[in-house]
């Protein structure tokens, strides 16, 4: 069984930077892809930004190109999203995801990533 641990979450204002982590547990063969998807107040969740765990392929929504970045570490099996010039829009439950994803599945399906952490809040002040 996979399991994802979220932290880093916050208050930060306008401008500001915030890093979350996502601590997987299980085996690896259940998540070769993971992802951090977001979820505002009455909004649908949405994809933010993904990694394949061998290789470090990368893919993110167009509305955080050029200001989040997603890493991993392999040796601490943890996920990271460093998040710069942070906007009130991108306020919202930030969540982690895992997967086993085909080659050319799409990253930014929710339904192709079984596993899910509980969440951590960002809040960006204008």
């Known amino acids: 069984q996979v399991q994802l641990v979220e932290s880093g979450g916050g208050l930060v204002q306008a401008g500001g930077s915030l890093r979350l982590s996502c601590a997987a547990s299980?085996?690896?063969?259940?998540?070769?892809?993971m992802a951090w998807f977001r979820q505002a107040p009455g909004k649908e969740r949405e994809f933010v930004a993904a990694?394949?765990?061998?290789?470090?392929?990368?893919s993110y929504a167009d509305s955080v190109k050029g200001r989040f970045t997603i890493s991993r570490d392999n040796a601490q099996n943890t996920m990271y999203l460093q998040m710069n010039s942070l906007k009130p829009e991108d306020t919202a439950v930030y969540y982690c995801?895992?997967?086993?994803?085909?080659?050319?599945?799409?990253?930014?399906?929710?339904?192709?990533?079984?596993?899910w952490g509980q969440g951590t809040q960002v809040t960006v002040s204008s």
């Open positions: 299980g085996p690896t063969f259940f998540r070769n892809t």
């Open positions: 990694i394949r765990w061998s290789g470090g392929n990368t």
């Open positions: 995801a895992a997967g086993r994803l085909m080659e050319y599945a799409p990253f930014s399906s929710l339904s192709e990533y079984p596993y």
